[in-house]
């Protein structure tokens, strides 16, 4: 069975630009969240989607945005990227909004 | 909001013996609790999880255990083997998962 995938596996951007990062659930999986991993820490929640709806919203500022689509596979996007937006950026799927989580492999990005 | 804190930050052990990491959290409506296990360019790998109605659980060399009381909660490995050589992190999650800052488990063969 597909894990979660997400898309790209690699990006570099400059300060100042925008990015849109993607994700697709296990197949079946109806909840969505995205996680900020900076190096040497701990995940950190960004949002949490459930049946397109915004259920979470973790402490990062409006740059940050996220949208889930019909097919639940979900959008993180970030504007005007800063030097500290570089990250390891997560998805995780669920069944149920409060299910146990499976995270795919991230998409690192590093902003110059 | 949640707050998790793990220790210790760094584990080295023989091969063979055990390991043992703890955590804490401090919202007491917290009533889930995993640990991943993420690997050098990998997303977290759920090994095993606990919901606040169990108190201790099992799967094969690693167990986990709860007391909601004192607000910890505890992940041992037996018999480690060197591909037990990772990051471990806690979470515990009202509607979302709360991370500590992980353990680097080093397994000496």
């Known amino acids: 069975d597909a894990g979660v995938t997400q898309s790209p596996t690699h990006l570099i951007k400059t300060r100042g630009q925008h990015v849109t990062l993607r994700c697709s659930p296990i197949?079946?999986?109806?909840?969505v969240s995205w996680y900020q991993q900076v190096l040497g820490q701990g995940p950190q929640f960004i949002f949490q989607?459930?049946?397109?709806?915004?259920?979470g919203r973790g402490n990062f500022p409006d740059r940050f945005s996220a949208r889930q689509f019909p097919n639940y596979s979900s959008e993180l996007n970030v504007n005007a990227l800063l030097l500290g937006d570089s990250a390891l950026y997560l998805c995780?799927?669920?069944?149920?909004?409060?299910?146990?989580?499976?995270f795919g492999p991230g998409t690192r990005l590093l902003v110059l | 909001g949640e707050n998790v804190e793990q220790h210790p930050s760094t584990l080295s052990v023989q091969e063979g013996d055990s390991a043992v990491i703890k955590c804490t959290y401090s919202?007491?409506?917290?009533?889930?609790f995993p640990w991943y296990k993420q690997e050098l360019g990998k997303g977290p790998q759920l090994i095993i999880d606990?919901?606040?109605?169990?108190g201790e659980k099992k799967d094969q060399r690693i167990a986990v255990t709860l007391n909601k009381t004192a607000k910890h909660f505890s992940l041992h490995i037996t018999e480690t083997q060197p591909e037990d050589s990772a990051v471990y992190f806690c979470?515990?999650?009202?509607?979302?998962?709360?991370f500590g800052a992980g353990t680097t488990v080093t397994v000496r063969a």
């Open positions: 995780a799927s669920s069944f149920l909004a409060e299910e146990t989580q499976y």
């Open positions: 197949s079946g999986h109806k909840s």
């Open positions: 989607y459930y049946e397109k709806e915004e259920r």
């Open positions: 919202d007491s409506a917290s009533n889930y």
């Open positions: 606990i919901r606040s109605n169990v």
């Open positions: 979470a515990a999650n009202d509607y979302k998962l709360s």
